[in-house]
């Protein structure tokens, strides 16, 4: 499967955004999809998941109020809405997908890690200006 990751760009502290990560090469019934993102001179960090056949979501406490995830089954895309932007919210959004065996096997996991996740769409940059 191959994730592309879009809707990026420059918006004002207090606007919205809503990226998607669109899948191709195979239908994502049997994946969770999360998104990470990575700020400028900063690590890669967790932001919010999703799995797929229970619609499941995990967010990370930064985002948790103003966030949220959502797949849609006939696109085969996963969206991240996000809400009251700040300008500590301007980073690269990845998404990523890995394959699990099972909801509780997902949920027990390391899946805000990274290293969790084995496919990667490219990122889209966000920029919140203040």
């Known amino acids: 499967v191959q994730l592309q990751a879009s809707g990026g760009g420059l918006v004002q502290a207090g606007d919205s955004f809503r990226l998607s990560c669109a899948a191709s090469?195979?239908?994502?019934?049997?994946?969770?999809v999360g998104w990470f993102r990575q700020a400028p001179g900063k690590g890669r960090e967790f932001v919010a998941a999703?799995?797929?056949?229970?619609?499941?979501?995990f967010y990370a406490e930064f985002v948790k109020d103003r966030s949220t995830i959502s797949r849609d089954n006939a696109e085969n895309t996963v969206y991240l809405q996000m809400n009251n932007l700040k300008p500590e919210d301007t980073a690269v959004y990845y998404c990523?997908?890995?394959?699990?065996?099972?909801?509780?096997?997902?949920?027990?996991?390391?899946?805000?890690?990274?290293?969790?996740?084995?496919?990667w769409g490219q990122g889209t940059q966000v920029t919140v200006s203040s």
């Open positions: 990523a997908a890995k394959t699990v065996p099972s909801y509780d096997s997902w949920r027990t996991s390391n899946y805000r890690r990274t290293s969790f996740c084995d496919i």
């Open positions: 999703v799995h797929w056949s229970t619609g499941a979501t």
């Open positions: 090469g195979r239908t994502l019934g049997s994946f969770a």
